[in-house]
């Protein structure tokens, strides 16, 4: 199975302020790699895939970037909105993995 | 627009077998490379995915849990069943569908509202 390590686990933010989370893969998994926004209660709602492109919807400050097994999710200029927990996840191969997750806290 | 919504018991029994059901709409399951999938949340903790199948009928498992899982389709019906055998109170979980698509990419989107299952006697 493909490891995916996320970092931080947590991150305490100001509204303004620019947030990155990092997500290692074990193994090389090209730009295969998705980003979930999750809220409390809520099912998750994919932010980005292919590893840099933007979802339709999504706002322009969510960007992400890399390939192979590092990558990162950068949220510029947060926002009221954006205080929830992001989740990386690998589609080069079954299974299919999720990182541990980070949430963005005030 | 895709829609997903999960059904199924929120209360089940130590040993018994989990049946949930995924009702879709905005999609059929007879368009290649569509797929749905099935990933799980534990109170608190972190995705995990489960299964998936494809406009097919092939099929993967996560193969820590594959001996007690089966995905079934019903194209006519555009539902998908997920059943889980053998259930533990570590199976306590929102259990989410997903639309997933193959060769293009298997990111999952959009997703079911969820489905809380309790496992306790």
């Known amino acids: 199975d493909i490891q995916m390590d996320q970092s931080p686990s947590s991150v305490s933010a100001s509204v303004g302020d620019i947030v990155a989370i990092t997500c290692r893969a074990s193994q090389n998994i090209g730009s295969w790699l998705a980003w979930y926004q999750q809220k409390p209660g809520r099912a998750p709602n994919l932010l980005i895939y292919?590893?840099?492109t933007l979802q339709s919807g999504v706002p322009s400050r969510f960007s992400g970037s890399g390939s192979g097994t590092d990558f990162t999710l950068t949220i510029s200029g947060l926002q009221p909105d954006d205080f929830a927990t992001y989740y990386c996840?690998?589609?080069?191969?079954?299974?299919?993995?999720f990182g541990q997750g980070t949430k963005v806290e005030i | 627009q895709i829609t997903l919504k999960e059904s199924g018991p929120t209360l089940v029994k130590p040993t018994q077998t989990l049946t949930l059901a995924c009702s879709f709409s905005g999609f059929s399951l007879t368009t290649s490379t569509v797929g749905v999938g099935w990933i799980r949340q534990p109170p608190g903790k972190a995705l995990e995915w489960l299964a998936v199948?494809?406009?097919?009928?092939?099929?993967y498992y996560n193969p820590s849990l594959e001996s007690r899982l089966t995905i079934t389709r019903d194209t006519s019906r555009s539902h998908v069943v997920l059943t889980m055998t053998n259930m533990d109170p570590m199976d306590t979980a929102t259990y989410y569908c997903?639309?997933?698509?193959?060769?293009?990419?298997?990111?999952?989107?959009?997703w079911g509202q969820g489905t809380l299952v309790t496992v306790s006697s």
């Open positions: 292919a590893a840099s």
């Open positions: 997903a639309h997933t698509q193959a060769y293009t990419g298997g990111w999952f989107d959009p």
């Open positions: 996840q690998q589609a080069r191969s079954f299974p299919r993995t």
């Open positions: 199948i494809y406009w097919d009928d092939d099929k």
